[in-house]
């Protein structure tokens, strides 16, 4: 789960970004968390001078004031080279038609990066494979995993739904490729030290396991 101060700044972020308001429950459904923990987030904005407010009517909800506006965006190595890779991905596959404006941006979040920190994490996300859009996914908490998994090396403990019942497995994944009709984890088994392909919406619990 994400840790609660980068929760915040998540939050201030999306809500900086929207033109028309939001509800807490779905603010709470983006972000897996309860109503509740989300009201006490929005409480500690408040509380950290950020302007939320309620508005009434069309297109109405939370809201952050229309004057307010927050200092430049600081991408860590890690965002910023996801980006990167996503940006490639949209400009190759065709699907917006500015890529004139999408090259230039890119640009100018490679340049964020320093050397050695481009050269390791862009060759790690040429392990990320995209081919279409996909139509099924998973669990907030198990895409969660699998994000800290994949970036870190990880080992990830899963509970799999197979074709012959449910196991539990520990993995290390390899690469993750996204068809248009679900996405698929390419790992090693590590009890069994051979290749495996997971359906990640198959995945029912995942957890990222930490070396003591």
Do not use: C
């Amino acid at each position: 789960m994400m840790k609660r101060t980068a929760r915040l700044f998540a939050i201030a972020e999306y809500l900086r970004g929207r033109r028309t308001g939001v509800t807490a429950e779905e603010l709470a459904g983006r972000f897996g968390v309860s109503v509740r923990t989300m009201f006490r987030d929005l409480d500690s904005l408040r509380e950290a001078d950020l302007p939320v407010q309620g508005e009434r009517g069309r297109g109405g909800g939370l809201v952050l004031d229309r004057g307010y506006s927050l200092p430049p965006v600081n991408f860590s190595a890690r965002e910023a080279a996801l980006l990167v890779a996503v940006g490639r991905w949209l400009s190759s596959m065709r699907v917006i038609p500015f890529t004139g404006t999408l090259e230039s941006a890119l640009d100018k979040v490679r340049s964020a990066l320093s050397a050695s920190a481009q050269r390791q994490l862009l060759t790690h996300l040429e392990t990320l494979q995209f081919i279409g859009v996909p139509a099924r996914t998973a669990k907030p908490g198990v895409r969660a995993a699998l994000e800290v998994a994949w970036f870190e090396g990880a080992t990830l403990e899963i509970r799999y739904a197979g074709a012959k019942g449910t196991t539990s497995r520990r993995i290390r994944i390899e690469s993750v490729v996204m068809e248009r009709s679900e996405t698929l984890v390419n790992a090693l088994d590590l009890e069994k030290n051979e290749p495996r392909q997971f359906k990640l919406d198959r995945i029912e619990e995942a957890s990222v396991v930490r070396r003591a």
